[in-house]
């Protein structure tokens, strides 16, 4: 375990429907991530919270609706998604935004939209 | 454009045959050049930074390398437990990641 849990694993969507994926961390860490991994793609970083504010939204649609309500918790709401968003959704911490040290990352969400 | 290309997308070896994957990179103020190993159904898992060209990394039968344009993951000897995908990402003058899309090895008995 890496210290990133992430909730749930598995889910599977129709296109009207709302849910959530949450992710905890409690390594102490300060910067939290929410990316989108697609087949032989490279991973995609959607938003970034340092010290709970959100610091960096990498033009993602309004359909994906990020929270951080504590440095620990982090969640990405889900509304009327399209097919084409069916991916692994991974959360990462790491000490600092914006400084090459590592990231931790959480085992991810498969997600499936129907 | 700040861009990341691994090769090859996908790598198949027996046992103990060595091998390397290729990272090369063309990002403005490099900061770090990171290698993370993900297994099915599982986040990505730290391995390694490298920090200037002509640093290298060693980890077990793994070892990084680092020029000006590309990084290099050695295998050495490697079992089936190697098996994963090996991703690389640079960060650029902004501290922003730039991720390659993964190299996929299969170490076969």
């Known amino acids: 375990e890496t210290g990133v849990t992430q909730t749930p694993r598995h889910l599977v969507m129709g296109m009207t429907n709302k849910k959530s994926l949450k992710c905890e961390q409690h390594?102490?860490?300060?910067?939290m991530y929410w990316y989108k991994q697609s087949a032989k793609k490279p991973l995609e970083l959607m938003f970034v919270?340092?010290?709970?504010?959100?610091?960096e939204n990498n033009s993602v649609p309004s359909r994906f609706s990020p929270e951080c309500p504590n440095s620990s918790h982090l969640f990405l709401h889900l509304h009327t998604l399209q097919p084409e968003d069916s991916a692994l959704y991974l959360c990462?911490?790491?000490?600092?935004?914006?400084?090459?040290?590592?990231?931790?990352f959480g085992q991810g969400t498969r997600l499936t939209v129907v | 454009e700040d861009q990341v290309t691994q090769s090859p997308e996908a790598l198949r070896l027996q046992e103990g045959e060595s091998s390397s994957l290729n990272c090369s990179y063309t990002?403005?103020?490099?900061?770090?050049l990171f290698w993370y190993r993900q297994d099915p159904g599982k986040g990505p898992e730290f391995l390694f930074t490298?920090?200037?060209?002509?640093e290298e990394k060693e980890k077990e039968r793994l070892k990084a390398t680092l020029t000006k344009k590309e990084s290099f993951l050695h295998i050495t000897a490697p079992k089936p437990e190697d098996s994963a995908t090996y991703l690389c990402?640079?960060?650029?003058?902004?501290?922003?990641?730039?991720w390659g899309a993964g190299t996929k090895l299969i170490i076969k008995p």
């Open positions: 990462a911490s790491s000490p600092l935004d914006r400084a090459n040290t590592e990231a931790f």
């Open positions: 390594l102490g860490h300060n910067a």
């Open positions: 919270y340092n010290f709970k504010e959100q610091t």
């Open positions: 990002v403005s103020g490099l900061r770090g």
């Open positions: 490298l920090y200037s060209a002509g």
């Open positions: 990402a640079a960060a650029d003058s902004n501290y922003q990641l730039i």
